[in-house]
Antibody
Framework: EVQLVESGGGLVQPGGSLRLSCAASGFTFSSYAMSWVRQAPGMGLEWVSAISAGGGNTYYTDSVKGRFIISRDSSENTLYLQMNSLRAEDTAVYYC??????????????WGKGTTVTVSS | SYELTQPPSVSVSPGQTATITCSGDKLGDKFACWYQQKPGQSPVLVISQDNKRPSGIPERFSGSNSGNTATLTISGTQAMDEADYYCQAWDSRTAGVFGGGTKLTVL
């Protein structure tokens, strides 16, 4: 079964750091680009970051550039999101998602259940 | 930055056709896709590459994309289709972009 399982969320103070993980199984992880998408409480979906299948290319939404780093470890079949200098507006459920077709950046056909990040003092 | 605009809400009677639009500059030059999200659940891809239905998505879901507007059409809408729907595209400068979402009410 194709599956993505996020972990690493929690409560963190403004200015703090968290590292999210997304464990992939049931497919050849190294063949697919991956993305992180977040959803603030009561709000819509917001794309956050993407990484190519090989890890050599990355994209970020403007609001997280310079603060978040996406990475992947194909030996561990795991996607990461290192989040630094966290702000209250980063509070959200963070989903990892797999691209539907290799050699493309979207759409995303497999989603995890999400992990909740709360930034508050 | 690139933006996609959706109506906040759409209402439809059971068995009727629901139409949800998504507008963006020259959106027809990009592939548009659509996600369904029910309360407390992760998004589900319902339309890929303008008009392709992923495996397991009912035939009543269809899509089109031309000019500045992509459209999700749900024919014979059922109560189970009540959900939030998001359009999404990829822009060369902005990268991943979602529309603001449309709440579909079946009443």
């Amino acid at each position: 079964e194709v599956q993505l399982v996020e972990s690493g969320g929690g409560l963190v103070q403004p200015g703090g750091s968290l590292r999210l993980s997304c464990a992939a199984s049931g497919f050849t992880f190294s063949s697919y680009a991956m993305s992180w998408v977040r959803q603030a409480p009561g709000m819509g979906l917001e794309w956050v970051s993407a990484i190519s299948a090989g890890g050599g290319n990355t994209y970020y939404t403007d609001s997280v550039k310079g603060r978040f780093i996406i990475s992947r470890d194909s030996s561990e079949n795991t996607l990461y999101l290192q989040m630094n200098s966290l702000r209250a507006e980063d509070t959200a459920v963070y989903y990892c998602a797999r691209v539907a077709h290799s050699n493309s950046w979207y759409p995303w056909d497999v989603w995890g259940k999400g992990t909740t990040v709360t930034v508050s003092s | 930055s690139y933006e996609l605009t959706q109506p906040p809400s759409v209402s439809v009677s059971p068995g009727q056709t629901a139409t949800i639009t998504c507008s963006g500059d020259k959106l027809g030059d990009k592939f548009a896709c659509w996600y369904q999200q029910k309360p407390g659940q992760s998004p589900v891809l319902v339309i890929s590459q303008d008009n392709k239905r992923p495996s397991g998505i009912p035939e009543r879901f269809s899509g089109s994309n031309s000019g500045n507007t992509a459209t999700l059409t749900i024919s014979g809408t059922q109560a189970m289709d009540e959900a939030d729907y998001y359009c999404q595209a990829w822009d060369s400068r902005t990268a991943g972009v979602f529309g603001g979402g449309t709440k579909l009410t079946v009443l």
